[in-house]
């Protein structure tokens, strides 16, 4: 039998690194608030010249050098990102896989927000079980500093950039196989999270479309808006459901878990779902304090400062979950297959 499994992770933090005093600058807010709402202290940004398949680039050089594997190795490549390269075309993906060197191979994009690295892995697992190809570079990257609005104090201040990377390749050691994924997706509530104006919805030639595109726009702007409350609640209820529905799927409880790896969009949604799950406070993984909300590139972040920490061993098992704009969401149980 053929299974996938997460050969190694990287990460890449960019340069700038930006406190939430530096927005009492120019906003109405305070490093109390923020602290107090989302346990966010700082995020990095990157710089003008850095688009996310830079970062896409950093952090997958550095996965495929920790798995042993050159760019010839590469079977394919697929990028989650909200925020790309271009707008339509060419993919982020594209992009990073010239980069990278990894040349005729297919490379792609998806679009899942915050939930983008689950479907990263639901998609990794397939190809790699179905045996269409051995290994994926997959990578999770984000410049959300390119589609965020500094005059809106209610979202720039919980987001940041960064982006994380996996080689997952075949194996036939179940204790090392990516062991489940679910992924989910409910468009119902798309105006929680959007960025209305850049894309076709609001471009529609066709007037009743376009009055629809307004009905759920909550502006007119061309940056990422959030109803955050309302996202809060919604958040908190599903990522716990979601753990449930997987544990009882594979017939595991909390404790057998080594580490919990939530989506880093705030802390009290973290510890909300950590006493709902009733997790030991060592299980749960957070790194939402330093990074803010990198949206696809957090799990993995999250994942690789385990890593680097070296807290990651080979066959520990891993329960990911995350929550994003679509709505979308999911969760994965993964055992770790790389070198410690
Ligand atoms: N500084 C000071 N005050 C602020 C700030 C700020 N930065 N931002 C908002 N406020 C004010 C609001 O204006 C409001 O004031 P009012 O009472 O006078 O109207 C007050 O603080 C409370 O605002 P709420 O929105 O109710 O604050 P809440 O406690 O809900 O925290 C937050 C807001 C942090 C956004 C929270 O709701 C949240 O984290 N939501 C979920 C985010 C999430 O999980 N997103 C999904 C993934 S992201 C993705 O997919 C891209």
Known sequence: MIYATLKSIASYV????????????????????????TGIKTRYFALPSQSTSDLAYEAGKKAMERAGVSADDIDALIVATLSPDYLTMPSTACITSYKLGIENKPAFDISSACSGFIYLLSLAKSFIESRTYKRILVIGAEKVSSVLDFSDRSTCVLFGDGAGACVIEATEDKNAAILDVHTSANG???????TPRIQSVSQSIFSDKLES????????????QMKGNETFKLAVKTLVSDVNTILAHNTLQPKDITYFIPHQANLRIINAVGEHLSFDEKQIVISVQKYGNTSAASIPMAMNDLYEAN?????DL??????????????????FGGES
């Open 188 to 194: 119902k509530h798309q105006d929680f999270l959007c």
């Open 14 to 37: 960019p340069p700038t690194c930006v406190a939430n005093a530096d927005f009492e600058k120019f906003l109405d807010t305070s490093d109390e608030w923020i602290t107090k709402r």
């Open 318 to 335: 891993m329960l990911l979950d995350a929550f994003g704009g679509g709505l979308t969401w999911g969760s994965a149980l993964v055992h």
């Open 311 to 315: 807290k990651l061993k080979y066959g």
């Open 213 to 224: 595109s307004k009905s759920f726009c909550l502006h007119d702007s061309t940056y990422l």
